[in-house]
């Protein structure tokens, strides 16, 4: 399939990639502020034999797709902050099931209702497990429209080669902004059909189970995921920013690196030694690479909308942690450049 | 010579983990002769609930999967309509169905899924101690009702047949009890009904079937059998409800 240029929202990508991904179920409750993601869904599906359902809940539509799943369709659920929460249960079963799907989360402020602006304030329980139990999720974190799309597309090849639900980690406004999207179909390996529920025509039946009541038995299926979680390590991915001869580096994700490139741009215009490091996987976090770059810089400030959870693996990343520094807000607002630019030090 | 009488291909040779006169075991082989006879076993999808009957999987020779607590409706949704040409049905306790999965249950029925649903309701939650469930009759002591359930307190219990005939995209509704074997066979025809109706790709269809819990009821199992007749079908009549 040749690529077109389209102009799409951030949330319309993520369903574009999702169904030129070959995702053909698909349900979801209405959230702001990913709507026009679901309702994006519900006329684009049909057209390609796939199925739309509007779950009555949260808790319904994450439970749907894994039955999709479990059934052999690729399947994606997407939803907002106090969604994501509810779904955390039937994520931890999936990924005790070995069951892969793809989980969209346009996150906004917190804790509780909070508001429908974009934030970061997720990233703890998008990374570090969310739900019950030893388990963890591939965490995508897209930063433009293009990336929403592709990295929906990822999402679902990852989780099809790691029989594990993955993670597409955007906010409100990644979910709106408009932005020329280059659409191209990703060639998807196939898929491994030998554990799917069918019917047991011509074989032994099969079970989908996340019980194993002897805790030897148990212990034993905990030690096979967690060496799938460490293998899950070759898929990490950073873009690095003008990092090579940095004396002062901005260590964020999503939106706000955006604007942190933003101020390294106006910072270089002005002759400052300044860069950025992007996480684009969450979970398997690029520790590795950013304690490399790390040990070359004077100053290490990290830039998140939230009160500093991606702060805590840097910390773990970086070897003198007296380098680091945060800003960060939350709430929905966003940081601001100059504000950036006078914790690195410079009034430029 | 021709055997009268011999275990489904549906069942597994293997014994159960359920307590002496509970239900579960009776409602299993049911659903596996009604699977046979439809000749469905190789398109057949179960879904294993939360509690007692968690370990169905380990006695249906079919596809089976697990499903978190009270969701089973949501995922054979997911399976049934990835698969319409399969039998998909789920498999749900009182304090799955009727409490952590009300929500599920009522939005499958009103979406018309084509699924079957076996509910079996023994008044209380086996699996963890014999707790009140939303079927606990008033007066029924229960580890959390251990002076008997109050309508002041706790509540009434509620008729899920009897809600769920009401909607359009439920076509057929039972309520049998596995207690003589008169209401036995009965069960099995309901059940039998109740997988042709998804064949036959007409809606939901829901069996309820009342079953003894000798052990959290602290009965006898032929007592319990009694109780359930003379008690638990006072409160939810046994018959067909609509289909």
């Known amino acids: ?348 | 010579m021709k055997p009268l009488y011999k275990r489904p291909e549906s069942l597994r040779d293997v014994p159960t983990h359920y307590c002496s006169g509970c239900g579960h075991g009776i409602i299993h082989r049911i659903i596996a002769e009604v699977i046979d006879e439809l000749g469905i076993r190789e398109k057949t999808i179960g879904i294993a609930p939360v509690g007692c009957a968690v370990l169905a999987y380990d006695y249906f020779n079919f596809d089976v999967m697990e499903a978190p607590h009270g969701r089973p409706p949501a995922v054979a949704t997911g399976i049934k309509r990835v698969l319409p040409d399969r039998i998909v049905f789920t498999y749900q306790g009182d304090g799955d169905l009727a409490a952590i999965g009300t929500g599920e249950i009522i939005h499958a029925g009103l979406r018309g899924e084509k699924l079957t649903v076996i509910f079996v309701n023994n008044s209380l939650y086996g699996m963890t101690g014999g707790q009140m469930a939303p079927t606990t009759l008033i007066g029924e002591k229960t580890a959390t009702t251990p002076k008997g359930r109050c309508a002041e307190r706790e509540g009434y219990p509620w008729n899920v047949v009897e809600v769920l005939k009401l909607f359009p995209g439920v076509t057929y509704v039972a309520r049998g009890a596995v207690t003589q074997p008169k209401n036995i066979r009965r069960v099995k025809v309901f059940i039998r009904k109740a997988f042709l109706n998804q064949v036959e790709n007409k809606g939901l269809s829901l069996v309820e079937v009342l079953s003894p819990c000798p052990v959290n009821l602290r009965m006898e199992p032929f007592e319990a059998v009694r109780w359930v007749e003379e008690n638990l079908a006072e409160v939810f009549p046994l018959g067909e409800f609509k289909g």
């Open chain 1, 1 to 348: 399939m040749p690529s077109r240029k389209v102009l799409l929202s951030g949330n319309e990508a993520v369903g574009e990639g999702a169904v030129l991904a070959g995702c053909r179920f698909y349900a979801g409750y209405p959230i702001t502020p990913q709507n026009e993601l679901t309702a994006y869904m519900a006329r684009r599906l049909p057209e390609v034999g796939g199925v739309f359902v509007q779950a009555e809940s949260e808790l319904a539509a994450i439970n749907m797709i894994m039955g999709a799943s479990s059934a052999g369709a690729l399947a994606m659920t997407t939803s907002s902050s106090p969604g994501i929460s509810l779904m955390q249960e039937a994520i931890s079963y999936m990924a005790g099931m070995e069951v892969p799907v793809v989980v969209v989360n346009v996150m906004r402020g917190g804790p509780g209702l909070g508001n429908i602006a974009g934030s970061q304030g997720d990233y703890l329980q998008a990374t570090k497990g969310g739900g019950h139990g030893d388990y963890h999720m591939m965490v995508f974190a897209p930063s433009n429209v293009q990336e929403m799309f592709n990295f929906t597309q990822e999402a679902f090849r990852l989780s099809q080669k790691y029989r594990n639900p993955v993670m597409v980690l955007a906010d409100g406004y990644l979910g709106q902004i408009m932005e020329p999207l280059e659409i191209k179909k990703a060639e998807l390996p196939p898929q491994n059909q030998g554990w799917i529920l069918d019917g047991a025509k011509a074989r032994e039946p099969r079970l989908l189970k996340s019980l194993y009541l002897p805790s030897e038995d148990l212990e034993g299926f905990n030690l096979h995921l967690q060496d799938k979680f460490r293998r899950m390590e070759e898929e990490i991915l950073w873009e690095g920013s003008e990092v090579e001869d940095a004396e002062k580096i901005l260590v964020a994700y999503g939106t706000s690196a955006r604007i942190c490139k933003e101020v390294v741009r106006i910072g270089r215009r002005a002759g400052k030694k300044w860069g950025v490091f992007r996480p684009i996987t969450l979970f398997p976090f690029p520790y590795q690479a950013l304690q490399k770059i790390g040990k070359g810089c004077e100053k290490i400030l990290v830039v998140e909308m939230s009160s500093g959870q991606m702060l805590e693996d840097v910390l773990l990343a970086v070897d003198d942690k007296n380098k680091v520094e945060f800003y960060g807000r939350m709430g929905g607002s966003l940081p601001e450049k100059e504000e950036i630019m006078k914790r690195l030090g410079s009034g430029v």
